[in-house]
């Protein structure tokens, strides 16, 4: 089983390029997370999904859309990125009873 | 509301010495609560939890009990290695959350720990 996994691992974009990010899970997993990790701010929830074609805004959703198509991938998408958006971006999956989250996207916005 | 606090960082221990992460929440039910770890370079990993008051969590050495009369949830552990140096998030799940927070987690924002030899 891989789990969790993101593509990619690193990116570098310029101010008001676009980009999406993929997450996927071999776990059956319904619930989806994306969350975004800045120094002192813990994690954040951006947006997450309840299951195939669900979709919900978190605590900070703004810049970012989200596509759950298929259940075992979760898309995160920046359509214009800004620099407030450089950030490390984890994906979760959860059963009844914890939360599993990916390796995390490096992204860095210039 | 819901809302985790932990003790600022970064924490700097010799090899064998005590540690204490100190975690308090807030939360308007009766939350479960969690320690994640980030090793470099890698996500998140479930340490231990615990879901109900005076619950003792864990794993790996480490340990924390839900404290309902103080609202903590403190990490320790006896006696560090190096390969504990890490970055340790406390967490907590409202069992109450519905619709659009369903099963989310709330972040404290992290407590660096780095081990010396």
């Known amino acids: 089983n891989a789990g969790v996994t993101q593509t990619p691992k690193f990116r570098v974009l310029k101010t008001g390029q676009s980009m999406t990010l993929l997450c996927a899970q071999d776990?059956?997993?319904?619930?989806m997370y994306w969350y975004r990790q800045d120094p002192g701010m813990g994690l954040r929830l951006i947006h997450y999904?309840?299951?195939?074609?669900?979709?919900a805004k978190g605590e900070v959703p703004d810049g970012y859309n989200v596509s759950r198509l298929k259940k075992q991938n979760f898309l995160l998408g920046l359509e214009s990125a800004a620099p407030s958006q450089t950030s490390v971006y984890f994906c979760?999956?959860?059963?009844?009873?914890?939360?599993?989250f990916g390796p995390g996207t490096r992204l860095t916005v210039t | 509301g819901n809302s985790v606090t932990q003790m600022e960082g970064p924490v700097t221990l010799s090899e064998e010495a005590f540690l204490t992460i100190n975690c308090t929440y807030t939360?308007?039910?009766?939350?479960?609560l969690f320690w994640y770890v980030q090793y470099p370079g890698e996500g998140l990993q479930l340490l231990l939890k615990?879901?109900?008051?005076?619950d003792k969590g864990s794993n790996k050495g480490f340990e924390a009990t839900y404290r309902k009369e103080t609202t903590s949830f403190h990490l320790e552990k006896g006696s560090v290695q190096v390969s504990d140096s890490a970055v340790y998030f406390c967490?907590?799940?409202?069992?109450?959350?519905?619709?659009?927070?369903?099963?989310?987690?709330?972040f404290g924002r992290g407590t660096q720990l780095t081990v010396w030899p």
């Open positions: 979760a999956t959860r059963d009844s009873y914890e939360q599993y």
């Open positions: 776990m059956n997993h319904e619930y």
């Open positions: 999904s309840v299951g195939e074609g669900t979709t």
């Open positions: 939360a308007t039910g009766y939350p479960s």
């Open positions: 615990a879901t109900k008051a005076d």
């Open positions: 967490a907590l799940r409202d069992p109450r959350d519905r619709g659009s927070t369903l099963g989310r987690l709330y």
